[in-house]
């Protein structure tokens, strides 16, 4: 019995493997192929055994072409899987002996079954299922600069970057340290697995560019407490995102192998190619502020977002104090401070964002309220309570109006303009003009009084 | 003259006939003299006794269990050495080396299944032969030491299946290891309610005595693989020959006293009405010859037909098992993905599940006492009879019986009641810590076997049987615990009927 047992194990080893059987069919269909002498004598010569491309530089070894042998092989282009020729001219720039396959296409190298290679299945244990078809493009972008593959091979992930810009993501989201602190990074949202997502509500395969192509149609669906709003855009721009999310992956390339365009894109990160007032409010303000005209009820964040393009704002709004707001953003609430060294915009971006706000101010007015010497306080507190406090609540998450006791409000808003924006208020929307004779009868002491109140908030 | 080279040439002829005479050193195999000389000339085989009583041949009476513990012991140690031929210890490689072995090293697989599969078989039959020898009372004088040291066996067996569950680096072996460690440093727990912990940190040194580290990474991995194939497998064969020796010094297999005495059957029909006594020793054929004065027959061939029977045996399940179940190996180790739940190595459930009710007695406090009860066992009782007679006779079984029923009852009605109505901290939520650490299923169960055990020596009168009704206690307690925390647990430690059940991600 103990023998017959080793018998089975050793044929099962020896005699049984897929790949055995896999290149036995290949030898026929090498013999089938050939037209001369020559090719049915390499026909001939072809021996069953394990095929690999051994990359140390990247620490794989790659048994795929054990069973996909004619991915070099030109006559095998009308041939199915797993015999066909690679598509495309990748393997030209991509000498297989160099980087192998894994390096592009994931899944599991050392593996020796095709169920255990391509890892799609749940019961197969690998973290990295294979990559097909046009997710492949996604590896492309770990290694390249995106915008050097649109016409060369990777036209999504392109798309990809585009419809990430377009989006407005970096509004919340940082990538090489610039962007929003609401969301989390993502430099390496392409190293989650799917055991590192949360798959109860996502319908379909266990694959984590389903999990992204579901959540970025309807975050809340995937992730019930998500604040994050829906992606713009049809089903091929998901695709197309979702490819570029998954290309953001850490590798450690070796210098022979690293691409000159990984080059660029590093430093393109450091050193932006400058980008205008326009496009940078695209890609860090639009995706709260939208065009920034009105005052804006934002659904998933549940918070009201201030038009930091309504004219009587920017009537009063010099560089300066535009700048420094956003250098200090709004603590406490979804506003992120954007100074180098949080958000990660340099002044000069700064400033050119402020000049592109100012670009749209339509009338100019000095600011000549004038507090008076000794206010009261306790006053201020009674007509805040009385007036105010319905929109503007005291905690930072109740309001539905801005919230005073941000620590950037306090700082940028000197009082005489606090004071003229009590007295003249925002036309056009809840918050009128308190002093003025039509709207409100507020005293200028009365005015001064609620500045000094809105002062001792915090 | 030339007589010399007339020797050389018969010398020639003879060659192979004298090299196999030296081999053998013996005749052949035709009288109880050579058949002797086969066992005590062999340095391999000079550890049996060459005569074996015919009663520890019986397999009702062992069951072989410590020959497959050996058999197990054997392919493990054959196959291990073989894995360490690929297997690469640090955390970098061990993974692809595992992958290797599974995938591309001729027979690795194989070898690999084997070697989990006896590992595993190991850690069941240790356990089993623990429980016949208890039961068949044969830790009795004089073989109290060789109980003791086959206790620190078993615990060695489990150090080992431990240290090697880590060895493969996968996400099964890195939060099982984590489990195991948290259990293992568990006194925490006890310092911290005493507000201890920054002073005097016990369980803290356990951990970094272990790991090497404040948590598992390459420092445990090249530890605990240096304990695997050296440290522990040094100790444990030691031990083993100790255990082997004290066999043979003991008097050989435990054994009923009775029939040792009494005649062979069928050999000499006794008159009554007439005495007997030894006239002569006489040379050549007497009526004794070949029946053996104590019912013993010779080891050779016998018993090692036995132990073949049993190796090829314990072969053939292991093989048999890794043809149809490949050992698992699930994806990388990942410190940043924790397993949910984290499991520790089955044979450690049953303490994963005392430590879900208070970490410190189930991992220290309980186990110690266990621990420290199966070895005071031949010194607590020290009665006589029912050596080597399962279960001592038909009172014992009986007790058995009772307690097996009695413990069930106990054990399965408090696990009910504690996942249907949780413990203390549901309760009182505020309830302080260390009050959890004294009252707690665990310390229920540890304190009404105590009771029914004492009640049982009361009852009958006996030592022998309070400790049959002990061990019968703890017996079902671990398996009924490791059952519950193998099949039923299921994320954060909640009970499911099956995995099925289990919430999806």
């Known amino acids: 019995m103990t023998l017959l047992f080793l018998l089975v194990a050793a044929a099962r080893e020896n005699y049984f493997t897929e790949w055995r059987s896999t290149q036995r069919e290949f030898r026929s269909l090498l013999l089938s192929k050939a037209e001369n002498e020559s090719d049915v004598k390499s026909a001939r010569s072809f021996n069953v055994e394990i095929r690999q491309a051994v990359i140390p530089d990247l620490a794989s070894i790659d048994r795929c072409v054990s069973c996909h042998l004619g991915v070099d092989d030109p006559r095998m282009a009308d041939v199915p899987q797993p015999f066909t020729t690679h598509p495309g001219a990748y393997l030209e720039d991509h000498d297989l002996d160099r980087f192998g396959c894994t390096v592009c296409h994931l899944g599991q190298g050392q593996a020796t079954t095709r169920l255990e290679a391509h890892a799609l299945s749940e019961e197969v244990y690998w973290d990295w299922p294979v990559l097909t078809g046009p997710w492949t493009q996604a590896t492309c972008g770990t290694c390249h600069d995106p915008t050097h593959l649109t016409d060369r091979g990777a036209p999504l992930l392109g798309l990809g970057l585009a419809a990430f810009q377009a989006n407005g993501c970096l509004g919340c989201h940082k990538l090489g340290g610039r962007g929003g602190t609401l969301g989390p990074a993502l430099d390496q949202v392409g190293d989650k697995t799917s055991h590192s997502l949360p798959f109860d509500h996502v319908e379909g395969d266990r694959q984590v560019w389903t999990w992204h192509q579901q959540h970025l149609l309807s975050p809340q669906t995937v992730v019930p407490d998500s604040t994050m709003p829906a992606v713009e855009g049809d089903a091929k721009t998901r695709h197309a995102l979702t490819i570029y999310l998954l290309s953001l992956r850490t590798t450690n390339l070796t210098e022979s192998l690293t691409p000159f365009d990984r080059y660029q894109r590093r430093y393109r990160i450091w050193h932006t190619e400058p980008l205008s007032g326009a496009e940078l409010y695209e890609q860090f303000c639009q995706a709260c502020h939208e065009d920034g005209t009105e005052t804006v009820f934002h659904d998933s964040l549940d918070v009201t977002i201030p038009g930091i393009m309504h004219p009587d704002f920017l009537a009063t709004a010099t560089v300066e104090f535009l700048v420094e707001n956003l250098r200090l953003g709004r603590a406490g609430t979804p506003m992120t401070a954007w100074a180098e060294d949080s958000g990660g915009l340099t002044d000069d971006e700064l400033e050119r964002i402020a000049e592109y706000l100012l670009e749209s101010r339509t009338e100019v007015r000095e600011v000549t309220f004038e507090p008076v010497a000794d206010p009261d306080v306790e006053n201020g507190r009674l007509l805040f309570e009385n007036e105010c406090i319905d929109c503007h609540e005291l905690n930072a998450d109740d309001g539905e109006a801005p919230w005073l006791g941000s620590p950037g409000f306090q700082a940028t808003y000197s009082d005489p303009l606090m004071g003229h924006t009590i007295k003249f208020g925002r036309r056009d929307s809840l918050m009128i003009g308190y002093g003025e004779e039509e709207d409100g009868d507020f005293t200028d002491r009365q005015v001064s009084d609620l500045v000094a109140y809105i002062r001792t908030l915090r | ?505």
């Open chain 2, 1 to 505: 003259m030339y007589s010399a080279l007339r020797a050389f040439r018969e010398n020639l002829r003879q060659l192979p006939s004298n090299f196999w005479a030296t081999v053998r050193r013996r005749g052949p195999l035709k009288s109880d003299r050579s058949r002797s000389q086969a066992v005590f000339s062999n340095l391999f085989l000079h550890i049996h006794s060459v005569k074996t009583h015919k009663h520890s041949l019986k397999v009702s009476y062992t069951m072989g269990l410590g020959l497959f513990a050996a058999a197990f012991l054997g392919i493990v140690t054959v196959t291990g050495i073989l894995l360490m031929v690929y297997y690469k210890p640090t955390p970098d490689q061990a993974y692809a080396s595992i992958k290797e072995i599974h995938y591309i090293v001729p027979t690795g697989r194989m070898i690999r299944n084997l070697h989990r599969w006896s590992a595993h078989g190991m850690v069941v039959v240790v356990f089993l032969h623990m429980a016949r020898v208890f039961y068949t009372g044969s830790y009795r004088r004089p073989r109290e030491f060789n109980w003791f040291v086959g206790i620190l066996l078993l615990a060695l067996t489990l150090a080992l299946s431990f240290t090697g569950y880590l060895l493969p680096w996968d996400q099964l072996a890195y939060w099982a290891i984590t489990i195991g460690v948290n259990i293992a440093s568990s006194p925490r727990e006890l310092t911290d309610a005493l507000g201890l912990t920054q002073h005097f940190d016990p369980g803290g040194m356990i951990r970094r005595l272990l790991l090497g580290a404040n948590s598992v990474g390459a420092e445990a991995l090249i530890r605990f693989h240096l304990l695997h194939v050296m440290v522990l497998p040094i100790f444990l064969f030691t031990l083993l020959g100790v255990h082997f020796w004290r066999i043979r010094k003991d008097g050989g297999l435990s054994r009923p006293e009775t029939p040792d005495t009494a005649e062979p059957e069928g050999f000499f029909a006794k008159n009554p009405d007439k005495t007997y006594g030894l006239m002569a020793v006489v040379r050549g054929r007497s009526e004794a010859v070949g029946k053996g004065p104590e019912n013993t027959v010779s080891s050779w061939p016998t018993l090692f037909i036995t132990e073949m029977a049993i190796l090829m045996a314990a072969t053939a399940l292991v093989l048999a098992l890794s043809l149809a179940f490949d050992a698992p190996l699930k994806e990388i180790a990942n410190p940043a993905v924790p397993e949910n739940p984290a499991k520790a190595p089955w044979y450690f459930l049953g303490l994963q599940e005392l430590v879900s009710y208070s970490a410190f007695m189930g991992g220290i406090g309980i186990p110690i006492i266990v621990l420290i009860g199966l070895i005071l066992i031949p010194y607590l009782d020290r009665e006589k009879g029912g050596v080597g007679i399962w279960f001592g006779g038909k009172e014992g079984a009986r007790v058995a019986l009772t307690s097996f029923v009695f413990s069930m009852v106990v054990v399965i009605g408090l696990l009910a009641f504690v996942i249907n109505f949780g413990w203390l901290r549901q309760w009182f939520p505020a309830i302080p810590q260390i009050l959890i650490t004294f009252i707690n299923p665990g310390t229920v169960y540890s304190l009404v076997f105590a009771l029914w055990s004492l009640w049982v020596i009361r009852r009958h009168n006996s030592t022998r049987m309070g400790a049959i009704a002990l061990f019968t206690c703890f017996l079902v307690g671990y398996i009924i615990l490791t059952y519950v925390g193998t099949v039923h647990r299921g994320p954060n430690w909640d009970f499911y009927w099956s995995k099925a059940d289990w919430p999806t991600h």
